[in-house]
């Protein structure tokens, strides 16, 4: 049954066998992963015996092997980890069914000697070891010992009666570790066009200060200063992701006008050179009293007007209505702009880290962090056709409720 824990197993355990069946099979003569080998201590444990026949459960790879290396339990997962079925592992030396390896092909049994080490030795914290055919196992390994004050089976006091090895895949640490890596190579180029552009203008100056006009001098440190405030927006923004990875956005509720929140972002962009009819503010009515954290929502709003005027065209438009949200009061944002919209098939995409619909500008970290600061609230996210055409980001929130104390 290739390492499952079969219902028969159990009840031959617990019950005297009708007619005598061959060891390590049950009486069907499937291979059971609680099969102990007749005459070691496992067989004659009923509190070990328990516990394996609930191998099969874990979701981790679970190997025993006894005093004398022999393998007792091999458990599904084992099986499906290694490719080794528990019929061809059962009764079998465990360092032939499982010839470990570290990274520099050392032979990891050698290495360890689990049998004759120190009797003081307890476990083996996790590793990576690696099988004939380069799977990455992580393996962590437990001992389980005679009492020291007495002598077992003829051997020493301290000597090992059964070694325990957990199996878990490498695949999610080694995904991990490439996210890791993609992270640090996208910030250090995001990092990199800002910093030189700082560099090379104040070297500049200060190289040649006399040569250059007034003029000359400001546009150079009015780009010196716009570059400096891209990487510390761009700090900003890597820490705002480190929280919302980590679960540590922080709410702080207050009374929020979200349309008066609105507006106010879009009066700073018309001060600062927009067009004021490229923007619209459509507010319904029913609007409940709502209490968010101001700066978060602030935050929302301005990512997602400027995404809409940096990737879409046409009239930004800003719904803000009523909803429902988890059968209580809410609220309803929307931006919408009159570009070509999302495509259905990227529209899952677009609030992951670093995606970005053109290779420029951004560090595509801004519909990330707005799906964690919706979902911090309670809220939700989504983003499909506006009516008109173009893309429209929606989200709900919860219309929340004060803090008191």
């Known amino acids: 049954m290739n390492g499952n824990v079969s219902g028969q197993a159990a009840a031959s355990a617990a019950a005297p066998a009708a007619a005598p069946a061959t060891p390590g099979t049950s009486q069907t003569g499937q291979v059971s992963a609680v ?9 004659r444990e009923p509190d070990v015996l328990t516990s394996l026949v609930l191998a099969d459960d874990l979701p981790d790879g ?5 005093r004398t290396g022999r393998v007792v339990v091999f458990n599904h997962a084992a ?9 061809q592992a059962l009764g079998r030396d465990i360092r032939q069914v499982l010839p470990l390896h570290d990274r520099d092909e050392h032979c990891w049994w050698k290495m360890t000697q689990p049998y004759d080490g120190l009797s003081t030795r307890s476990r083996h914290p996790e590793r990576s070891l690696y099988l004939p055919d380069g799977t990455e196992l992580l393996v962590t390994v437990g001992y389980v010992r005679d009492p020291r004050g007495r002598r077992a089976h003829g051997g020493d006091a301290g000597a090992v009666r059964r070694i325990v090895l957990t199996l878990r895949s490498a695949e ?9 890596a993609d992270l640090v190579s996208t910030v250090a180029h995001e990092l990199r066009s800002p910093l030189t552009s700082v560099k090379g203008f104040t070297a500049t100056l200060l190289a040649k200060w006399p040569r250059f006009t007034d003029d000359q001098k400001r546009v150079m440190l009015e780009t010196v200063n716009a570059d400096a405030d891209r990487v510390t927006r ?4 890597l820490l705002d992701v480190s929280r919302i990875e980590s679960g540590r956005i922080e709410i702080h509720r207050e009374l929020v006008n979200i349309p008066a929140r609105a ?8 001060a600062a050179g927009d067009a004021s009819d490229r923007y619209v503010v459509d507010v319904r009515t029913g609007i409940p009293e709502t209490w968010l954290d101001a700066d978060k929502v602030d935050q929302i709003l301005a990512n997602l007007i400027e995404n809409a005027v940096r990737h879409g065209a046409g009239t930004v438009t800003t719904v803000v209505e009523p909803a429902t949200v988890a059968e209580a009061p809410g609220v309803a944002v929307a931006v919408r702009d009159q570009g070509p919209g999302i495509a259905p098939e990227l529209a899952p995409r677009v609030f992951g880290r670093f995606w970005r619909a053109k290779r420029r500008g951004g560090a595509g970290l801004g519909l990330f962090i707005v799906k964690g600061l919706v979902e911090a609230h309670g809220g939700e996210i989504t983003v499909q056709q506006a009516p008109g055409g173009g893309a429209e980001f929606r989200f709900t929130m919860p219309a929340g409720t004060p803090e008191f104390g």
């Not at 099986?79 to 019929?87: K, N, Q």
């Not at 999610?172 to 890791?180: A, I």
């Not at 761009?234 to 923004?237: A, D, H, Q």
């Not at 507006?263 to 018309?270: A, F, L, M, P």
């Open 62 to 66: 679970l190997v025993v092997a006894d």
């Open 172 to 180: 999610q640490r080694t995904r991990l570790e490439r996210s890791r």
């Open 35 to 43: 099969s102990a080998v007749p005459g070691t201590a496992e067989a």
């Open 263 to 270: 507006q106010k972002i879009i009066s700073g962009r018309v």
């Open 234 to 237: 761009l700090i900003t923004e």
């Open 79 to 87: 099986a499906r980890l290694t490719g080794v079925t528990a019929r």
